[in-house]
């Protein structure tokens, strides 16, 4: 029997057993056997076990209460199921993979420095002329294969835009199915990694086409100057 049902079958005793005990005279009534029967005192017993079971329902509400209480704070404890950081990593070494692999000149500070001393930074008068064709030669060198890196950096980042979209449909779809605070924190946590990723790509495509661009300005420059330098001879040795 479920309990709203006990519950007003109790009810309905108790009911009867009240106008039981109006009706009956308030002295002691004998039944069968000779045993005393006390109507009073029977509904009263009646009264206190329905008191008890009010206060055991009271408290099955209680625990019922507690029980959904710690369901829900589980729930907002249980980690994200789904993590795409693996990937976002994978795709940033990728990238930084491409950048290690600059020709010639690398994107270090000492290396540039070399290069340009060598090369860009001035023309030396004293320098043969098959010297300074193979400076220029190197100059040439040198862009060529700083626009090939920048077109190889910019297939990667494009690449990588494929893999944003299912990382991102892979996110967006674990957040939406979020039972707890903390999933729907961590959820947010991998679409700032995801855009963090993208920013990088960003980072190192913009690099690389500044430093192509860089390069083809240097050797532009010292193009003009060896020019003038050649020029210069040219004359001399004309003898005007």
Sequence with gaps: MTRPVLRRSLIAGIAVLSLTAVSAPASAQFGFGGIVYDPTNYAQNVLTAARTLQQINNQIQQIQQQATSLVNEARNLASLPFSSLNELQAQIQQTRQLLSEAQRIAYDVKTIEDAFTARYRGVDMNASDATL??????????????????????????????????????????????????????????????????????????????????????????????????????????GQ
């Design 133 to 238: 064709i193979a400076n220029a030669r190197d100059r040439w060198k040198d862009s060529v294969s700083s626009f090939e890196d920048a077109l190889r950096v910019q297939a990667g980042v494009v690449g990588n835009i494929e893999g944003s979209q299912t990382a991102m449909a892979n996110i967006v779809g674990a957040s939406q199915s979020a039972t707890g605070a903390l999933q729907a924190a961590q959820a947010g946590n991998q679409l700032l990694a995801l855009q963090s990723r993208q920013i990088a790509d960003l980072t190192a495509l913009i690099a690389a086409q500044g430093r192509a661009q860089a390069l083809e300005s240097a050797r532009d420059a010292a193009t003009e100057e060896q020019g003038r330098e050649h020029f210069r001879r040219f004359m001399k040795r004309s």
